[in-house]
């Protein structure tokens, strides 16, 4: 009998003329005040809303929905991955002294390409190219994008239309679809694999070599590690046959470390300074690994060489803006002093945080995250083991230290996923992650304790034993 009254919405400027509603004006604009309204109230429509959808509650949702729309896509989140440098959450940490001088440089027109002596025209790369000679004994230096153009500028330069040779043992696949054969066949490059998966001989890249050879590279095999019955040939080795047949022997670093991680009681990555030293030609490496930089591509080496791949008109097309330029600048001038290095540069200072250290962070966070949670979650501090990331010593750990979340009774398997989803929602997302039934927060990287606390007010998760 009662035959359910059709939704009569009020009208556009009703909304607006509500007290919400000029809050929303005040904040965006009337423009985009009204075009949400209008959404709004379509939406409602469409959805059969009861009647009870007063003027007020409709600009609720329509500032609701002009906040969200006005948040920043790319915004920060906290990292409790226990990856310290994860490529999907952006990679290294810029130093205080970069991120001023990336602030100074935004702000103002730079000597960029400009040489302030003599009003000539100057060369970009020339800002870094001294520090990165100074550093690493390079000869000479040339930055790009990142190193997978790095990569691909070099074969691009060095063996277009001729023959790279590289083990089989190297072929690698780095996340976000970085394969070495494709970057070589985008390079123009022929791919010539030679050896096996777990053993390769200098006799086969002898073997390999012919008038269609372009050069010779070794790569760094980031995110794996082949064990057991193998044989590689020694940098050293394939330097000097390569220098035999008047080829460039290129060693892909990746990550790439200017400094004896071991001084840090981490494991001694080979440095940029040894791959050369080691007879490479030119090393490629990245800014935004180990070396605590921006995203950018160095290559460092024979100056002939860094001289032909500037040459390459790719080079353009792969060169760095001047705020990275500014960051990896300031970045390199950090390591002139080492000794603070682990204090100014985020990402060393993050690699040496001490257990003990984290164990005590984990204490003092456990009762306010329990007490954030309820009854129906148990934490529990843990010792943990972080990773380095983004394929910088694959198999080394850091003993660290974290806080483990379980549901308190029998809850339903997908409880600890619906719990990070509620992390993942508050202001300041909580990224941790799932493992054995538990979410794990690795706190290496958390160094702003307040932030986090700050979080915990928004969450809203639900009771961890199933009992809403
Ligand atoms: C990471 C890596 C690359 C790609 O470097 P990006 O800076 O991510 O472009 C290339 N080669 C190796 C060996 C790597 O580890």
């Known amino acids: 009998m009662n035959k359910p009254e059709r939704f009569r919405p009020p009208s556009v400027d009703t909304v607006l003329r509500s007290p919400g509603g000029e809050v929303a004006i005040a904040r965006h604009g009337r423009a985009a005040a009204t075009e949400a309204v209008r959404r709004v109230l379509e939406q409602l429509r469409g959805g059969g809303q009861p009647l009870a959808s007063s003027p007020e509650e409709i600009s609720r949702t329509v500032l609701d929905w002009l906040e969200e729309r006005g948040r920043p896509s790319q915004r920060p989140v906290i990292n409790l991955t226990g990856t310290v440098l994860?490529?999907?959450?952006?990679?290294?940490?810029?130093?205080?002294?970069?991120?001023?001088?990336?602030?100074?440089?935004?702000?103002?027109?730079?000597?960029?390409?400009?040489?302030?002596?003599?009003?000539?025209?100057?060369?970009?790369?020339?800002?870094?190219?001294?520090?990165?000679?100074?550093?690493?004994g390079a000869e000479d230096a040339l930055l790009v994008n990142n190193n997978a153009s790095a990569v691909l500028l070099v074969l691009n330069t060095f063996a277009r239309e001729r023959e790279a040779i590289v083990s089989r043992g190297e072929l690698i696949e780095i996340g976000g679809a970085f394969r070495m054969p494709d970057i070589?066949?985008?390079?123009?490059?022929?791919?010539?694999?030679?050896?096996?998966?777990?053993?390769?001989?200098?006799r086969d890249y002898a073997e390999a070599i012919g008038p269609q050879t372009g050069l010779l590279m070794k790569v760094h095999t980031s995110n794996y590690v082949v064990q057991g019955f193998t044989a590689e040939v020694e940098p050293a080795e394939l330097a000097k046959l390569a220098r035999e047949h008047g080829l460039p022997f290129v060693d892909d670093l990746g990550s790439g470390t200017l400094v004896d991680l071991s001084r840090w009681g981490l494991r001694k990555e080979k440095t940029v300074q040894d791959a050369l030293k080691g007879g490479a030609d030119l090393v490629t490496f990245s800014g935004d690994k180990l070396l605590g930089g921006p995203q950018a591509g160095i290559v460092a080496g024979r100056k002939d060489l860094v001289a032909r791949l500037a040459k390459?008109?790719?080079?353009?097309?792969?060169?760095?803006?001047?705020?990275?330029?500014?960051?990896?600048?300031?970045?390199?001038?950090?390591?002139?002093?080492?000794?603070?290095?682990?204090?100014?540069?985020?990402?060393?200072?993050?690699?040496?945080?001490?257990?003990?250290?984290?164990?005590?962070?984990?204490?003092?966070?456990?009762?306010?995250?329990?007490?954030?949670?309820?009854?129906?979650?148990?934490?529990?501090?843990?010792?943990?083991?972080s990773q380095i990331g983004s394929g910088a010593l694959p198999l080394e750990t850091l003993p660290s230290a974290g806080l483990a979340i379980k549901p308190a009774g029998k809850a339903a398997g997908s409880a600890v996923e619906?719990?990070?989803?509620?992390?993942?929602?508050?202001?300041?997302?909580?990224i941790g992650r799932i493992a054995q039934g538990a979410l794990i927060f690795d706190l290496r990287c958390l160094e702003d304790e307040a932030l986090f606390a700050g979080q915990l007010d928004a969450l809203n998760a639900e009771p961890g034993d199933g009992l809403a």
């Open 86 to 136: 994860h490529t999907n959450l952006g990679r290294a940490l810029l130093a205080e002294e970069a991120i001023e001088a990336v602030v100074t440089a935004m702000r103002a027109p730079t000597n960029l390409e400009y040489a302030i002596e003599t009003g000539q025209r100057g060369e970009r790369d020339a800002h870094v190219r001294e520090l990165i000679r100074e550093l690493t």
């Open 184 to 202: 070589m066949s985008r390079a123009g490059a022929l791919l010539r694999e030679i050896g096996t998966t777990n053993r390769t001989h200098l």
């Open 312 to 385: 390459n008109p790719l080079k353009r097309a792969l060169r760095l803006d001047k705020l990275r330029l500014a960051a990896l600048e300031a970045t390199l001038r950090l390591y002139r002093a080492p000794d603070s290095l682990a204090q100014r540069l985020p990402t060393l200072r993050l690699f040496t945080r001490k257990p003990a250290e984290l164990r005590a962070l984990a204490e003092r966070l456990q009762p306010q995250l329990a007490a954030a949670l309820g009854a129906g979650w148990i934490v529990d501090p843990i010792d943990c083991a």
């Open 418 to 430: 619906k719990l990070a989803a509620a992390f993942r929602a508050v202001p300041v997302p909580i």
